[in-house]
């Protein structure tokens, strides 16, 4: 048993050593928005900043000062009404007209074959005319200088398409302590420093800020493609990197800004139809997913405080890696580095999340979302 264990303790640490610190040192080696020089007028060109609203009354008036805000000069900003049943339609309608900049669409029916907010993003490519399409989300807050520095940075590097990683706000405890090592095992999943290989396969999609190349987008499909995504933001990274355009990841930190899911139950039944749309629902991925998170976040710890001789050294390697990662993602996101003490916990909480996303997706044989309801076998057939 001891041999098992030290060889067992010996792959975990080897993982870290290995993959663990390629992931992070990529991680910090990242475009930071910042850094980048507002383009001038002439390097501008037009942007159709696109996203859908369902029941977005308390947020949404927050959101929309920030973006009628931005300091762009070809911008038009294309609003989607998703069959909102509270005050959306007349938030919308009353920013639109005293804002020429916006344009609000109204989305009385959901057409079959459609999820609804693939459907309200493909309404609204259809009424825009930018020469790049930004995809967002209707509680996300910008920075005035955030698509002149996003300009600079596409033209730079010569990208199809960009990804942003920007400030997610915290309402206490847990919610820092789930979203710290969610930001870490977003880390982990995507390699986000060869998303920009294009000899890689790995690749992201965040949904609070995307841009790409309207020809790039429909060459894509557009939404049509995504018509049936949960995690359409992801997939819409997927199909970028499988044409082989080039796709890439920034940090943005407060540049871009969202208020996601506050409060621990919120955070939980907000991931409810994501977690397992992410692992294509496929029930033997979930159990490999919730066993790695498991195995190489908490077991180290239970290692190194009950092993002997090599399997406590490899634990401590193992800890002293991942806790050193979640500092680093710590510090990015503005919060104490001594979140990464809550490391197993957060795996632990992870865990369960992608536990019930599964059993309550399997259970209802589909998923309710914006108030309609989709089998798992028309999900199955349209994920990408």
């Known amino acids: 048993m001891h041999l098992f264990l030290t060889v067992f303790f010996g792959l975990i640490a080897i993982f870290w050593l290995t993959y663990g610190l390629k992931v992070a040192y990529g991680a910090s080696r990242l475009p930071w928005l910042k850094k980048c020089v507002q383009a001038a007028d002439p390097e501008c060109p037009s942007i159709s900043l696109i996203f859908a609203a369902r029941d977005e009354q308390q947020k949404l008036p927050g959101a929309l000062a920030t973006l009628m805000a931005i300091d762009y000069p070809k911008l038009e900003i294309i609003a989607v009404d998703d069959r909102s049943t509270d005050a959306t339609p007349r938030i919308l309608d009353e920013f639109a007209t005293t804002h020429d900049r916006l344009k609000a669409v109204h989305v009385r029916e959901l057409p079959a074959g459609w999820l609804g907010k693939p459907h309200a993003l493909q309404k609204a490519y259809e009424a825009s005319t930018g020469e790049y399409l930004v995809f967002t989300d209707a509680d996300v807050k910008f920075q005035p200088d955030a698509l002149r520095r996003v300009m600079t940075l596409v033209r730079e590097r010569n990208l199809d398409h960009l990804t942003l990683l920007g400030d997610v706000e915290r309402s206490n405890f847990w919610d820092t302590l789930l979203l710290t090592f969610f930001a870490m ?55 970028v990197k499988r044409a082989r355009f080039r796709s890439g990841i920034a940090v943005a930190q407060d540049a871009v800004s969202v208020e996601w899911h506050l409060g621990m139950s919120n955070l939980v039944r907000g991931l409810e139809k994501n977690f397992f749309a992410a692992a294509q629902y496929s029930s033997l991925l979930v159990t490999g997913q919730i066993l790695s998170l498991l195995i190489f976040n908490v077991l180290p710890f239970a290692g190194l405080l009950f092993g ?11 800890v002293l890696i991942a806790l050193g990662f979640h500092a680093g993602v710590d510090i990015v996101m ?51």
């Not at 609070?208 to 990274?237: C, N, P």
């Not at 309801?373 to 990408?384: A, Q, T």
């Open 308 to 318: 002997h001789g090599w399997v406590r050294i490899f634990c401590a390697i193992a």
């Open 334 to 384: 503005r919060v104490s580095p001594l979140y990464c003490l809550t490391l197993p916990l957060g795996a632990v909480l992870f865990a369960f999340i992608l536990f019930r996303s599964t059993v309550v997706t399997l259970r209802q044989r589909g998923i309710f979302w914006r108030g309609t309801f989709y089998s798992l076998d028309e999900l199955r057939r349209g994920s990408v």
């Open 185 to 239: 095992g977003f880390q982990l999943a995507t390699d986000s420093y060869q998303v920009s290989n294009p000899n890689s396969r790995a690749y992201a999609g965040v949904g609070a800020f995307q841009i790409l190349k309207r020809s790039v987008y429909e060459s894509l499909g557009t939404h049509r493609r995504l018509a049936m995504e949960v995690v359409d933001d992801m997939k819409l990274g997927k199909l």
